[in-house]
């Protein structure tokens, strides 16, 4: 009975086959543990159980509201804890900036195209000599490739040098990121040595997982100079080992917000040592739903800190909480808010069908990836995954990137994209920005962004750090949304790049822009006033960002560049002076450059004046008096100015900083 037993159990474990030995087609543990892995890939990666929960909707982008809530930090009580005090202000201004007098500082800002304003601005300077870096820091800034600050540095690291609170709005590729770490190095150098569970000196939040590392990339390079320490910190990374990067020291941390508050409960790092803190892209932040925990965040850190905002957009909100966590600060705005990279040639192709836009771009691809690398932006994920299959089955080598891939695979991505192993990268917007790859020349949006402002970052890939790019927008009549023509003829002329009749007529069937083009060609004796037939009013003083009662002209630098240039035609008597415009009466630089707050313009009493002057006669409303003539000012257009005379005539010599001589030194000496 036991034989029999004994010999059904071994015909149940061979199965129907005869001949198989169970030493052998039986799976033992080594070849179990491979074929675990293979169908868990991720399993044990940085982040598997750390990844934040984000959920990502059809087009790849973040659902704010469904990903994982994360409590702002506690209040505190500041005048409880003794903080030890620190010096902010590094800056001796050279003798040559020092020599020129207020026409040349006005010149010199036209030609950078700044536009400046704030209590008691510096002059921007036009070498790096003018600074006074000490020679280790200008040996790395040469050798990341800087030959002469750009427009944003040149304004807005003297101002940063000297201690100031900042508002720097500037254009993507604009060199912001260097602009705030190079200061940065010379505020730790200047403090005391770490001491054993000390937190960081400077904390730079950054909104995403990719911006935050392509920081923390340029930061380390600054960083090894002088033996400094920088730790990334982001959602999607290994907590465990933040937490203990934090806790062995680090003078620098580039991180998120929701990662920090986090690593803060954990006890794994404290702010108290925090007197540099910095928020990059601050408008994204908000976009994601970060605004309480950045305002936490700031209100953690002592009051006499400096603090940084740095974007490529300015919205509303952000001028509300840079009230709240900014001392006295300088806004400096390069170009248009908002407008694109005038070193990136735009192109809109107007197709009549989608199947247009695939013979398109197979038609012009290979010649495109001969230029350089080339990234092609998809506003859905699954259509992201149709066009990167489409291209491989030609051939091609393809890489892609969207939200529902795992950060490992990301990282993957971008470095193998950023070493040219492939010179095509299919991705959504979670690329479109803290991308920097130089050898990219040419961007491709095959499907049209969301909104503007997503497509003024997607192009900024290219053309990074004054390089020249091109940048092609592939457009559907019919399909994709009038709206969008009407926003990208705004932004196309505010940059001075050519619109395409097709696209102009196709924005004329906009009905709010087809109202502002009307409105610009009537007439009305020489005068445009805004839609809703506002006459201008006196803008309302915004303490702490530059405007005061007064409107002093000190505090302003005239406006230059395109939109300067095209105001000096049609409706340039309505420019003022300062060039900021800090209320609804900016909606009129919509009638020459970037029109996009001119659309939420209310009526009023004053619109009835020009709309329903019968209505004003039958009631008893006395009418208002007409606004004093020297409000409306005619634009002196300046041409387009040269470097001061006397900043090219004579040698420049260096003025080093003092950076008590803690070159090469290590942490714990």
Partial sequence: MTKESSSKAKKSTKGDGKGVRDDIEQEDEIESYLRFMEENPHLGLPGDDEEEVYEYDADGNIIGTEKKTIDPLPPIDHSMINYAPFAKNFYVEHAEISSLDEAGVD??????????????????????????????????????????????????????????????????????????????????MDQPELKLGDGPIGVICAPTRELALQIYSEAKKLAKVYNLTVVCAYGGGSLWEQQKACEAGCEILVCTPGRLIDIVKKKSTNLRRVTYLVFDEADKMFNLGFEPQVRSIANHVRPDRQTLLFSATFKRRLERLARDILLDPVRIIQGELGEANEDITQHVEIFDKI??????????????????????????????????????????????????????????????????????????????????????????????????????????????????????????????????????????????????????????????????????????????????????RQPRARPGLGLSSDSSESNYCPRSGPAAAAAAGEGAELIRPGGLQADRFSAMKAAFSAQYNRRFVSAGVEASRYTHPEMLKSSNTTDRPQLA??????????????????????????QNVQTDSKQKRSRWD
């Fill in 107 to 188: 010149s010199l800002r036209d030609k950078l195209g700044l536009r400046v304003s704030g209590p008691s601005p510096l002059r921007p300077v036009c070498s790096f000599a003018h600074l006074g870096l000490d020679e280790p820091l200008m040996e790395a800034i040469r050798k990341a490739g800087y030959t002469q600050p750009t427009p944003i540095q040149a304004q807005a690291v003297p101002l940063i040098l000297a201690g100031r609170d900042v508002i720097g709005i500037g254009k993507t590729g604009s060199g912001k990121t260097a602009a705030f770490l190079w200061p940065l190095i010379i505020h730790i």
């Fill in 355 to 536: 199947e247009q836009k695939w013979d398109w771009l197979t038609r012009n691809l290979v010649r495109l990836t001969t230029e350089g690398s080339v990234l092609i932006f998809v506003t859905r994920k699954v259509h992201s995954e149709e066009v990167a299959q489409k291209l491989k089955s030609r051939d091609l080598k393809v890489l892609l990137i969207h939200g529902d891939m795992h950060q490992s695979d990301r990282n993957t991505v971008i470095q193998a994209f950023k070493r040219q192993e492939a010179p095509i990268l299919v991705a959504t917007d979670v690329a479109s920005r803290g991308l920097d790859i130089p050898s990219i020349h040419n961007v491709i949006n095959y499907e049209v962004a969301r909104d503007i402002d997503t497509h003024t970052h997607r192009i900024g890939r290219t053309g990074r750090a004054g390089a020249k790019g091109t940048a092609y927008t592939l457009f559907v009549a019919g399909k994709d949304p009038v709206d969008f023509a009407a926003c990208l003829v705004q932004h196309l002329e505010s940059g001075s790049q050519t619109v395409p009749k097709r696209l102009l007529d196709i924005a004329l069937k906009c009905t709010w822009f087809a109202n502002n083009r009307s409105s610009l060609n009537s007439g009305n004796g020489g005068c445009i006033r805004p839609s809703g037939g506002f006459e201008p």
């Fill in 629 to 654: 003539d020297s409000f409306i000012v005619q634009s002196n257009n300046p041409e387009e100015s040269q470097c001061p005379q006397q900043l090219r005539s004579s040698p420049v010599t260096p």
